[in-house]
């Protein structure tokens, strides 16, 4: 059983940045793809970001790219989003995934095999 555990979440001024980080239980995880969703309330959960094994290939939702960055480091077993520039409607819990079939969709949240408790962030305007 993998666990996931975010953290970094917070309250942040609108324009300001935020770093979340994802870290795994498991080594398995180095090999699996990774994703970060979000959910603000009242709205469903949306993909914002997805990572290879390897880190070489990323994907961003269009309402994050440019301003987010989804990395890894797999000697730590830890995955990280960097957030900047953050905006009102950034504001959300966000959540990482992890997918052991990289064959199934990387942007569908039941997709992912994995999840974590979720790091609440808050930005104001």
């Known amino acids: 059983q993998v666990q996931l555990v975010e953290s970094g979440g917070g309250l942040v001024q609108a324009g300001g940045s935020l770093r979340l980080s994802c870290a795994a239980s498991?080594?398995?995880?180095?090999?699996?793809?990774m994703g970060w969703f979000r959910q603000a309330p009242g709205k469903e959960r949306e993909f914002a970001a997805a990572?290879?094994?390897?880190?070489?290939?990323?994907y961003y939702a269009d309402s994050v790219k440019g301003r987010f960055t989804i990395s890894r480091d797999n000697a730590k077993n830890t995955v990280y989003l960097q957030m900047n520039s953050l905006k009102s409607e950034d504001t959300a819990e966000y959540s990482c995934?992890?997918?052991?079939?990289?064959?199934?969709?990387?942007?569908?949240?039941?997709?992912?095999?994995?999840w974590g408790q979720g790091t609440q962030v808050t930005v104001s305007s």
């Open positions: 498991s080594r398995t995880c180095s090999s699996y793809v």
């Open positions: 995934a992890a997918l052991v079939d990289p064959n199934r969709s990387w942007f569908v949240a039941t997709s992912y095999h994995y």
């Open positions: 990572i290879s094994w390897s880190g070489g290939v990323t």
